[in-house]
């Protein structure tokens, strides 16, 4: 069975960092782009940042650009999403996702086979 088992989220304050880590399992890591979506409350789900399969290409959505770095482990098929700068419009849900090879820019959900259940992010002072 395909897995996506996120982790990482919690309670941060504005300007502060964290790190998502997600990883996988039931596929073949190196042939899949892996991405990130969130879901703030009473919004609907946007894509954040995609990397693609080898050589890891990176995508990001404008609300983060600048703020936010997707890398792959692919020796321990884990995928991180580190958050920088944050600000209590980063607080939501984040997914991870996956999809063969490439990274589509806009990023759609319907575009993406795989889903992790979630990990929350808390941007409050």
């Known amino acids: 069975d395909v897995q996506l088992q996120a982790s990482g989220g919690g309670l941060v304050q504005p300007g502060g960092s964290l790190r998502l880590s997600c990883t996988a399992s039931?596929?073949?890591?190196?042939?899949?782009?892996l991405g990130w979506f969130r879901q703030a409350p009473g919004k609907e789900r946007e894509g954040v940042s995609c990397?693609?399969?080898?050589?890891?290409?990176?995508h990001y959505s404008d609300a983060v650009k600048g703020r936010v770095t997707i890398s792959r482990d692919n020796a321990k098929n884990t995928v991180y999403l580190q958050l920088d700068s944050l600000k209590p419009e980063d607080t939501a849900i984040y997914y991870c996702?996956?999809?063969?090879?490439?990274?589509?820019?806009?990023?759609?959900?319907?575009?993406?086979?795989?889903w992790g259940q979630g990990t929350l992010v808390t941007v409050s002072s």
């Open positions: 996702t996956s999809r063969r090879f490439a990274c589509p820019s806009p990023m759609k959900e319907d575009q993406y086979a795989h």
């Open positions: 990397i693609s399969a080898v050589p890891g290409m990176s």
């Open positions: 039931g596929f073949i890591f190196t042939d899949y782009a």
